[in-house]
Each structure stands twice: as structure tokens, then as C-alpha cells.
């Protein structure tokens, strides 16, 4: 079974009390649903269909619960800058030639049109860091990929404060609010 996680977040720039609380709310909700699956398809009793089911279902409640665990980490602590010494900052100016160019192309990432996330992983294998797109919570993760920076732009995340028009004016929040250190110790983490 899993346990909600509790976030020490500070207040954040841009973000209402209101959203982020309702914004915790739904993450609570995946844990919870995730939970009542596994309840669902652990018990030989229930009908085989709704065992199925509740497999099918497993990847979209999984997916928004630990996306939101990575996304809501990322504000722990209150905002840091990534510091131009760190293994991730250096491994960023690798793949990117520049940190600006590299926060363009994830801006531009989150700017995709639909609900989902913007993601940033590592690639073990290649050694390369990859930004991709997960649709809804699920569809678009990339086998092998460890996340190490989760953007959440389904408007639920975004409306109560910004607007339904505002999703620039979130991600650019969420970008002043991350505490990069936490993001740089996630990145070391693939490291070992």
C-alpha cells in the first residue's frame, strides 16, 4: 500500500493557499484510487473484468501520483538557483550549450498543447539527459528514464490562479519557485 506524502512547502510566488492545497488534494486522491486498486486486484474474489480494470487503470493513477510527489519535492525548502558547479548544471551545458538555451526548450516543452507534464530525465544508458511528454499522467514515459524535473500543465494546476489563458505565466512561476538543489540531489541520485 502507499502513504500520501507530506510536503514542508514553503509559500510559493504566484501560487495561492487555496490551489496548492487543492492541488495536494487531487495528488491525495491518486494515492488513495492507487490503493483501492490494489485491493480491487489482489482480492480473487472479484469478477476477473473488474480485476482488468483496475489493472488498466493502474499506469494513469500511479503516474499522477509519483509525478506529483517529484513536482511538489521541487519546491521543498524555497527557491535555489542550480549552481554552475553542480554535476547537473555541468551535464545541462553539455547537452545544451547553455543553461538559458536549456530553460527555452523546457518552457517551450510545457507550452504543448493538451494536459500533461513537461519531463526531465536521465538516460543511464546514454548518459544524456532527455525532456519529453507525458500525456495525461501515463502515456509518453520513456522506459529507462529516471525524472529528475516534473512540470504539471494540466490546467487544474494552473486555472485558479493564472487563468485558462495563463499557462505561460505558471510555468514561469514554477521555474521561480524551484529549489534546484533538490532537483541537483535527485540528479546525483541517477549518478550511483
Known amino acids: 500500500m502507499y502513504t500520501e506524502k507530506k510536503f514542508n512547502l514553503p509559500e510559493l510566488k504566484g501560487f495561492s493557499k487555496e490551489s496548492v492545497e487543492a492541488h495536494l488534494g487531487l495528488y491525495a486522491g491518486y494515492v488513495k484510487n492507487l490503493n483501492l486498486i490494489h485491493e480491487i486486484v489482489e482480492n480473487q474474489n472479484n469478477p476477473e473484468y473488474a480485476r482488468r480494470e483496475a489493472f488498466r487503470r493502474q499506469g494513469f493513477e500511479f503516474g499522477g501520483m509519483r509525478n506529483h510527489e517529484i513536482y511538489f519535492a521541487s519546491f521543498e525548502g524555497g527557491p535555489q538557483s542550480l549552481s554552475p558547479d553542480s554535476s547537473l548544471y555541468k551535464k545541462i551545458i553539455e547537452w545544451c550549450g547553455t ?94
Open 99 to 192: 543553461f538559458d538555451t536549456f530553460i527555452t526548450i523546457f518552457k517551450n516543452l510545457a507550452m504543448t498543447r493538451g494536459v500533461g507534464w513537461a519531463m526531465l530525465g536521465y538516460d543511464s544508458i546514454t548518459d544524456t539527459l532527455v525532456q519529453y511528454w507525458v500525456d495525461e499522467q501515463h502515456m509518453g514515459h520513456l522506459p529507462g528514464i529516471t525524472p529528475i524535473i516534473a512540470l504539471d500543465v494540466w490546467e487544474h494546476a494552473f486555472i485558479q490562479d493564472f487563468g485558462a489563458p495563463g499557462r505561460g505565466k505558471y510555468i514561469e512561476a514554477f521555474f521561480e519557485n524551484l529549489n534546484w538543489s533538490v532537483i541537483e540531489n535527485r540528479f546525483q541520485a541517477t549518478q550511483k
